[in-house]
């Protein structure tokens, strides 16, 4: 076996691995310490999960204070490869979960408190496999020693290498695998639905929406968008993050230019529209059945005719919201987001000079200002 990756990762660690191996220890002698006192293997148990709770609950101040789900998740799916564990869930001090895996039901979980300078910010729950009434055969008892002083360690390197982005990766210690992490980027989510598609004849649908896609492909190039078909609803509309800070406002103004171009040209389809954000790797496709499509559909299904739905998640990214006209959007569906808070804005166009670049926009699409009042196709 080759030593060198081991040792490279280990030498800037040792403070960690020294803190790793007094956890794993302590772990070991409080198994074996209730192992033998009267072979109470519920007990050495709950013993070791209070042990790995504590030391979960230090690992995890740093991601929890930043909210990081990531590196949270990591961390849990980690402790359920130890044996004993079939569940780990992290809160918020309100009750909020950041992190949840394998089964968390049950009233026999072991709690400990996320402590970062005296406050709590949130809890550690570890969920036990259950424990059969015949005491635990020695072997048994071993494995979980061996286990504990192997594993804890081998978890504080990986999850160190988590913490470090500029490494962008999570070191497998255990069998010398190394899992490239490639870091989330904001992906923008547009849906033109169709919204009265139900009333068009099976061809008219078909052709309405394949002049739409031709159309609003054109129109989303001058904001770097793509645009697919999505089934049952109309079109989605995908726009990449990019460098300039305004990125999240040009989003909007895609929406908004698709919205004056669905209410021109001769009345057949009517389109309402929803925007949201969410995160994921550059390369990653977008799921037609993703939270994230999801709840754009759903907010498009809420919006106004000449309108755009925004989620906050998206709204709230806009530097200078005020070049934004817009207003609270009130609606019970709201409560269904499953991605975004339960809360949105219905914007209904731009401020000042930034309406009259819209103008221009559709304008050089070749459509007719005065036409746009209509309810129509793109």
């Not at 992490?181 to 598609?197: C, G, S």
Request: with cysteine; glycine share 6%; aromatic share 4%.
């Amino acid at each position: 076996m080759n030593l060198t990756p081991w040792i490279s990762r280990v030498k800037p660690l040792r403070g960690e691995l020294l803190a790793a191996y007094a956890i794993a220890v302590v772990i070991a002698g409080i198994v074996l310490v209730g192992t033998r006192a009267g072979d109470d293997r519920v007990e050495a148990q709950r013993a070791m999960l209070s042990a790995l709770a504590d030391g979960l609950a230090q690992l995890a101040v740093e991601p929890l204070a930043g909210r990081d789900r990531i590196r949270l998740g990591v961390l849990a799916n980690r402790l359920i490869d130890l044996p004993d564990i079939r569940g780990v869930t992290v809160y918020t001090v309100d009750e909020e979960p950041l992190a949840i895996s394998g089964a968390v039901q049950g009233p026999d979980a072991v709690i400990a408190p996320i402590v970062r300078d005296d406050a709590v910010m949130g809890y550690v729950r570890l969920y036990p496999e259950p424990v059969s009434d015949a005491a635990a055969p020695a072997s048994g008892v071993l494995a979980i020693i061996a286990l504990a002083v192997l594993l804890v360690p081998a978890l504080v390197v990986a999850l160190r290498h988590v913490s470090l982005p500029a490494r962008g990766r999570i070191a497998e210690v255990a069998d010398e695998i190394v899992v490239e992490e490639t870091p989330a980027h904001p992906r923008y989510v547009l849906v033109a639905n169709l919204f009265n598609q139900l009333s068009l004849a099976p061809e008219q649908r078909a052709r309405e929406l394949e002049h739409a896609a031709a159309l609003a492909a054109t129109a989303v190039a001058l904001y770097s968008g793509k645009v697919r078909a999505l089934p049952g609803t109309g079109l989605l509309i995908e726009l990449d993050a990019s460098e300039d800070p305004d990125r999240p406002f040009q989003v909007i103004c895609a929406a908004l230019l698709l919205a004056r171009l669905a209410a021109a040209g001769e009345p057949l389809g009517q389109y309402r529209f929803g925007a949201h954000a969410t995160l994921l790797p550059p390369a990653a496709p977008l799921a037609s059945d993703a939270a994230a499509v999801s709840d754009a559909a759903l907010l498009s299904a809420i919006a106004r005719n000449g309108t755009v739905a925004v989620s906050t998640a998206l709204h709230d990214a806009v530097n200078r919201a005020e070049r934004l006209r817009s207003e609270a959007l009130v609606n019970p569906l709201l409560d269904q987001l499953e991605s975004a808070d339960p809360e949105a804005r219905l914007v209904t166009g731009l401020e000042g000079a930034h309406a009259e670049l819209l103008d221009a926009q559709v304008r050089e699409l070749g459509y007719d200002l005065d036409s746009t009042s209509s309810e129509s196709a793109f």
